[in-house]
C-alpha cells in the first residue's frame, strides 16, 4: 500500500514528511519541484504539495466578449492565467506520481480554501471523489503526527460545496459586473479602460462612498466649554465644568462672568476603583485591529506575517474566528516551551490555575489564535513584533484583572462646579504581561483634601464645533464589513488591497478617489442592485446553509443566476448613460494623476507625466509654447502636492517594488542633489582603493552604492549588517 498525502504548500509538505518519517527523508525532485517518499510503520507514503489553487473558474467555450455569462469550469490556473505559470510543474508532478497511490490523503490548510484545493487534486489529477482528511491547527511535529495518527476517513463534502459555490458565485459577479462597466465605456466612447468590480468589492466601496458623503454634506455646530485653570499642591491644574458642553453663548458667558476672580475650593473628592478584566484570546479579526493600533501593520500584512508565522510551527491557524483556547493545546506544555525566552512571564503564570479568559466568538475547525511554543531562531522587524504580541495575548488570557482608580474632585467657584478627574492603575494584573502592548496613561491627581483651595483660579471659554465623521481606516473598514457580514475573514484584507489597486480609494485614512465616487454615483443612478449590500450578505448566509447542509450549491447558484439576469437586464437599458459618466470620471482622474504640480518655467502650466520613446518624463502642458523636460525615475510617479524649499520645483513620490517610497525633488539641478568637488574626490579615492574603510559593526570593508540621490557606503553584510554612511547630505533622505 502506498498512501499520498496532498498539501497546500511546499514548506507544510517538508514539515509533514520530516515528522512522519522513520528514517532519513528521501527526498526526490523533478522539474525542479520537490516531493517525498517516506515510511511510516512500514508503510510507504509520497508527500507532494500545491502551490495554492492548481485549479481556478474559468468561462466555458469563451464566444464574443459580452455579458451576462454562466457557463463555468474549473481548468488548470496555468491555463488561465499567465502570471500562474509556475503551478504547471506542481500540477504535471502530481499527476505523475498520484498513479502509484492505493490511498489518498488531504493535508491542504483545514479551511474552506484547503478543502477546495484538495479536492480539485483529488478529482481532477487523481480522478478520485474523497479522500482520507488530516484536521490540524499547528505545523508542529507533535501535531501533524497526531493529526495523521487520527484521520478524519472522509474530506468534508458540506465544506467543499460551499468553497466551490463561492468561488463560482464570485466569479460570475466579478467577471460579469467588471466586463459590463468596462464594455459601458467602450460603447458609449470607443476608449477601452479596464474596470472592476465584484459582489463584495461593489458594496464595500458603497460603504466608503457613504462615510464620504456624509463627510461632505456635514456642517458644524458651535457649542463652548468652560474650563478652570488654577494651582493644587504647586501642580497646575485644568478642571472642566460639568455642564459643558454648552450650546448656548449668552448661557457660557454668564458662567465665565459669574466665576469671573472668585475664589475656587474642592467642595467633594469620591474614588471608584473597577477592575479591567484580561483581553479575549485574538481570532483573525482583532490580531488585524491590534497589529494595526499597536505595530502600524495593514491588515493585509498582518495576514501574511501570521501566515509565515504559521507555516514555521511559530504560531497556530491564524483564519479563525474563535476566541476560545480549549484545554487540548495543553496551555502547561506552551508555557514551559515559552519559558526560554519569556522566563518571568511564564514562571508566574505556571503557578497559577490555568484558565483562560475566552470570548463567545466560536470556529468549527480552529481555536484562537495562540503560540505553539516553538521559538524562532532569527525574526527580524515587523514579524518579531507580531509573534511577540500573539505570544503576550496568550499570557494575558490567563492572567489577573488589572485594578484601576479614578479619582474625582469636584471644585467648587461661586456655585459653578467644575471636576478634575485622573486615572491610574493600582493593581496592574495581566497589563504586566502584556508588556509594551498595554498603553495605559496614568494620571495621577495632585494630593489634596476637602475645602482645600485652588490658588490662581481663572475661568477659561473654549469656542467649539461638532467635527464630522472619522473616515475608515484599514482596520476599521475590516472591522465594518465583518459587522455587516461583507466577505470572509480570509478575504476582506484582500478585498481593500484591490480597492487601492484600482484606484478607487487613497491614503492611510481611506479616502475615496474621484474614479471611486464618481462609478458608485453612477452605479448608484443607474444600476443600484448592483451595490445592494443585502444581496451580498444574502449569499454569504446561503453559503453558510450550504456549510451546515441546509442548502445545495444548485439552488443558491440558480438564485443568482437570476438576480445577474435582472441586474443587467436594467444595467443594458443605461449603458450608454454608464459609459459616458464612467468615462469622464476616468478621464478626469487621469489627468488628476498625471499632474505634478505647477510648471517652475512659465508659471502658468502645470508639469505633466508623459511617455515617450525613451520611456516617462515630465512635460509642461503649455508645450510648445513652454519647452521644459524633465526625466523621471524608474518606478510608480505619485503627485505630493509638495514644493521644494531648495529650488521651488514640484517635490514626487517614487514607489518601486520592494522598497519604500521616496520623496525627491524633480529638478535633477537641484541643490539638495549637488555633490561638492571634496566628496567627488573621495568617491574616486574610495573606488580605486585609496582609501579602506572598514564598518564599525563587522568589520567588512564598505562599498559605494548608488541612490537617486548619488552615492553612499555600505556594508556589503547586508540584511544581516545594516550599517550605512552617507556621504553628503542629499544621501540621508536615500
Known amino acids: 500500500m502506498t498512501t499520498l498525502i496532498i498539501c497546500e504548500k511546499p514548506s507544510v509538505a517538508l514539515k509533514i514528511a520530516t515528522a512522519l518519517s522513520d528514517n532519513k527523508l528521501d527526498k526526490k525532485v523533478i522539474n525542479k519541484v520537490s516531493y517525498y517518499e517516506i515510511e511510516h510503520k512500514n508503510k510507504k507514503i509520497i508527500v507532494v504539495c500545491a502551490v495554492g489553487h492548481l485549479y481556478t473558474v474559468t468561462e466555458k467555450d469563451k464566444k464574443a466578449w459580452t455579458y451576462p455569462i454562466f457557463n463555468t469550469e474549473w481548468k488548470p490556473t496555468y ?130 462612498y457613504k462615510r464620504e458623503k456624509d463627510i461632505s454634506k456635514f456642517k458644524p455646530v458651535p457649542f463652548w466649554e468652560i474650563s478652570l485653570q488654577g494651582t493644587l499642591s504647586n501642580n497646575k491644574i485644568e478642571a472642566f465644568d460639568k455642564k459643558n458642553p454648552f450650546k448656548d453663548k449668552k448661557t457660557a458667558d454668564s458662567v465665565i462672568k459669574n466665576t469671573k476672580n472668585k475664589k475656587a ?85 505556571l503557578k497559577k490555575t490555568l484558565k483562560p479568559t475566552e470570548g463567545s466568538k466560536t470556529d468549527p475547525a480552529h481555536p484562537a489564535i495562540y503560540p505553539t511554543g516553538e521559538l524562532p531562531k532569527s525574526l527580524e522587524g515587523k514579524a518579531s513584533s507580531l509573534y511577540e504580541l500573539i505570544v503576550r495575548r496568550f499570557f494575558v488570557c490567563f492572567g489577573d484583572p488589572a485594578t484601576r482608580e479614578t479619582a474625582t474632585y469636584e471644585i467648587d467657584c461661586n456655585g459653578e462646579l467644575f471636576e478634575l478627574k485622573g486615572t491610574v492603575t493600582k493593581i496592574p494584573g495581566w497589563h504586566i504581561l502584556y508588556g509594551k502592548f498595554a498603553k495605559f496613561k ?208 514640484p517635490i514626487i513620490n517614487v514607489i518601486r517594488k520592494g522598497k519604500r517610497p521616496q520623496e525627491i525633488c524633480l529638478n535633477p539641478e537641484c541643490p539638495s542633489k549637488k555633490l561638492d568637488d571634496k566628496i567627488e574626490k573621495e568617491i574616486k579615492n574610495f573606488e580605486s582603493g585609496k582609501i579602506k574603510k572598514k564598518c564599525p559593526k563587522c568589520g567588512s570593508g564598505l562599498v559605494v552604492r548608488t541612490s537617486f540621490y548619488g552615492k553612499f557606503l555600505a556594508c556589503p553584510g547586508y540584511p544581516k549588517c545594516r550599517y550605512i554612511e552617507s556621504i553628503g547630505k542629499e544621501d540621508k533622505k536615500s
Open 79 to 208: 491555463e488561465v492565467s499567465k502570471s500562474a505559470s509556475f503551478t504547471k510543474p506542481y500540477l504535471d508532478l502530481i499527476k505523475k506520481v498520484a498513479v502509484k497511490a492505493d490511498d489518498y490523503i488531504v493535508a491542504c490548510d483545514w479551511d474552506v480554501e484547503g478543502e477546495v484545493i484538495g479536492y480539485n487534486i483529488l478529482k481532477y489529477l487523481c480522478k478520485k471523489e474523497d479522500a482520507k482528511r488530516m484536521q490540524y491547527s499547528t505545523t508542529t511535529a507533535e501535531d501533524l503526527l497526531n493529526s495523521y495518527e487520527h484521520v478524519s476517513p472522509h474530506i468534508d463534502k458540506k465544506l467543499v460545496d460551499s468553497g466551490l459555490t463561492r468561488h463560482v458565485l464570485d466569479w460570475l459577479f466579478g467577471i460579469n459586473i467588471s466586463r459590463a462597466l468596462t464594455l459601458s465605456i467602450k460603447h458609449a466612447t470607443n476608449m477601452f479602460k479596464v474596470m472592476s468590480s465584484g459582489r463584495v468589492q461593489g458594496p464595500s466601496l458603497y460603504l466608503l
Open 265 to 349: 475650593f474642592i467642595s467633594k473628592i469620591t474614588k471608584k476603583e473597577f477592575k479591567q478584566e484580561p483581553l479575549l484570546p485574538f481570532d483573525l479579526t482583532s490580531l488585524q485591529l491590534e497589529a494595526y493600533r499597536s505595530l502600524g501593520l495593514s491588515p493585509r500584512i498582518t495576514l501574511e506575517l501570521a501566515q509565515m508565522l504559521y507555516t514555521n510551527s511559530y504560531i497556530s491557524y491564524p483564519r479563525t474566528s474563535s476566541q476560545k483556547l480549549p484545554p487540548s493545546i495543553d496551555y502547561k506544555k506552551i508555557l514551559n516551551k515559552l519559558s526560554k525566552k519569556f522566563p518571568e512571564e511564564t514562571s508566574f503564570l
Open 442 to 649: 496614568d494620571e495621577e491627581l495632585p494630593k489634596a483634601k476637602e475645602k482645600d483651595e485652588i490658588k490662581t483660579p481663572k475661568t477659561i471659554l473654549y469656542d467649539k464645533e461638532t467635527q464630522p465623521p472619522k473616515r475608515y481606516t484599514e482596520a476599521s473598514l475590516i472591522k465594518e464589513l465583518e459587522k455587516e457580514n461583507l466577505g470572509t475573514k480570509a478575504t476582506r484584507a484582500e478585498i481593500i488591497s484591490t480597492l487601492y489597486d484600482r484606484n478607487y480609494v487613497r491614503e492611510k485614512n481611506i479616502q475615496v478617489t474621484n474614479l471611486g465616487m464618481k462609478t458608485i454615483e453612477t452605479l448608484e443612478k443607474y444600476c443600484p442592485e448592483i451595490l445592494d449590500e443585502n444581496l451580498t450578505r444574502k449569499f454569504e448566509e446561503d453559503m453558510e446553509a450550504i456549510r451546515e447542509g441546509k442548502y445545495k450549491s444548485e439552488k443558491v447558484l440558480d438564485d443568482a443566476k437570476k438576480e445577474l439576469t435582472k441586474i443587467f437586464e436594467h444595467f443594458k437599458k443605461n449603458e450608454i448613460k454608464i459609459g459616458k459618466s464612467l468615462a469622464e470620471a476616468t478621464i478626469e482622474t487621469r489627468t488628476e494623476e498625471n499632474t505634478l504640480g505647477l510648471c517652475p518655467k512659465c508659471k502658468e502650466g502645470n508639469l505633466m507625466i508623459k511617455k515617450g520613446k525613451f520611456g516617462f518624463f515630465a512635460a509642461c502642458s503649455k508645450y510648445p509654447d513652454c519647452d521644459i523636460t524633465l526625466k523621471l525615475p524608474k518606478g510608480l510617479i505619485k503627485n505630493t502636492k509638495k514644493i521644494c524649499d531648495k529650488c521651488n520645483y
